[in-house]
């Protein structure tokens, strides 16, 4: 019944789809936040049918369970630069995304293939009014005026404190930042501006802040204000090829508290993946490891293990692209078993559509384990899943996985 319910979403939504209703659904999302949105966003939502979506519940939790071992945790702390390595460290992430590429499994249903993880924030607030902005445009559509959303477990406003207690926790707002390299320049700008419409959290430029011994301030209608916790959003590659200097460095004891601790950029990424037991796991190698090239590298993909949004990932493998790698640097370096995307979303027109979910956790102070709050989705036509690989077509970018309440 579900799944006939699935198709039918689809089937209306394309049937009434027009660029008038997309213009609409942007014009409602960038009038929310009072900006334009500086990546692509698709025009349609991905109807995640039911069975998929608890599949994917699964399988994530599943493999959040496995990589919280204590073991397995301190097996990676290895991997933090010591130039990088911050104090204080918490013993589990306080953000998490596991990102599932879809597939069609033995059985021929809709499935998820683990592409990678990482401990680190996502879109938590855009995404929520991004999901919000289209159901308002979905009413507009004859059998698609229903309560439709993108969280687990928890309707909005249980969501909103949620988050709220993870990043804000007990501290006043004033004195917790969102924290990013030039944030204004940003293409997640957007959720920076709606992380305040939601909890009240400012963001700032790390080049603002003011070291006092230990303690940060930054400056607020020029008055000097504590900084007692960070929402920390700066990408590390990105601060190493920018080559900029801040005003504390990273390995300083300071009175902060980090949300979540810069720390699992690192023991959180690709470098866990040969490590996973779960049957969603492509199987993957390091480099390093290797004894030889393989010869059927049409099956593999190359990645690094600390990038972001597909930076540097060799989709078509050569030996060429393996043997260049300096021997030092093949630690750094995955060959992965290629996944193969079901076509998992019909467009108007063209062959079927590929998606990627990424399943969202967050935990609160206090709490043992992360819980899976949200769900944010990317659709491609191409080999790669950024929006930045897809920005010359169309049905493609960023989106949500929605799901009405009487899918169940």
């Not at 397995?72 to 204080?88: A, E, K, N, Q």
């Not at 930042?177 to 700032?204: R, S």
Request: hydrophobic share 40%; glycine share 6%; with cysteine.
């Amino acid at each position: 019944m579900a799944a006939a319910m699935q198709r039918d979403y689809r089937k209306a939504f394309n049937a009434h789809y027009s660029p008038e209703f997309y213009a609409r659904y942007l014009a409602r999302l960038e009038k929310q936040l009072g900006t334009t949105v500086p990546f692509r966003v698709a025009e349609t939502p991905f109807f995640i049918p039911t069975g998929l979506r608890r599949r994917l519940a699964e399988h994530a939790r599943a493999i959040v369970k496995e990589i919280c071992d204590p073991s397995l945790i301190s097996m990676h702390t290895s991997g933090i630069p010591p130039r990088f390595d911050v104090p204080r460290m918490d013993q589990v992430a306080s953000c998490i995304q596991v990102d599932f590429a879809i597939v069609q499994n033995e059985d021929g249903e809709l499935d998820g293939k683990l592409v990678e993880f990482q401990g680190f924030p996502s879109l938590y607030a855009f995404t929520l009014l991004q999901a919000e902005a289209m159901a308002e445009e979905l009413k507009t559509i004859p059998g698609l005026d229903r309560p439709w959303t993108a969280l687990f477990d928890m309707d909005r406003d249980e969501y909103v404190r949620f988050l709220r207690d993870v990043i804000v926790a007990d501290q006043d707002p004033r004195e917790v930042i969102l924290m990013d390299l030039d944030p204004l320049e940003q293409k997640t700008y957007p959720d920076f501006v709606a992380t305040k419409q939601l909890i009240g959290v400012d963001f700032c430029d790390p080049g603002e802040l003011e070291v006092d011994g230990r303690t940060l301030y930054r400056r607020v209608d020029n008055k000097r204000v504590k900084v007692s916790r960070i929402y920390n959003r700066v990408v590390f590659d990105e601060l190493e090829r920018s080559g900029r200097e801040l005003p504390f460095r990273w390995r300083d004891d300071l009175d902060v508290t980090w949300v979540p601790h810069p720390n699992w950029y690192w023991v959180w990424s690709k470098f866990t993946i040969p490590k996973l037991k779960h049957s969603s796991v492509p199987k993957a190698q390091f480099v390093s490891e290797l004894a030889e090239i393989p010869h059927d590298l049409a099956n593999y993909v190359l990645k690094p293990l600390f990038s972001f949004a597909g930076t540097g990932v060799v989709v078509d493998v050569s030996p060429e692209d393996i043997t260049n790698i300096p021997p030092a640097q093949r630690n750094l370096w995955l060959l992965q078993e290629k996944i193969t995307y079901a076509p998992s979303l019909e467009p108007l027109a063209g062959p079927g559509i590929k998606a990627e979910v990424r399943m969202m956790f967050a935990r609160r102070p206090g709490d043992a384990e992360p819980t899976l709050v949200l769900n944010l989705s990317r659709l491609s036509r191409g080999k790669m899943h950024g929006v930045d690989h897809n920005r010359d077509f169309d049905w493609v970018g960023g989106t949500v996985g929605i799901w009405g309440g009487e899918d169940e």
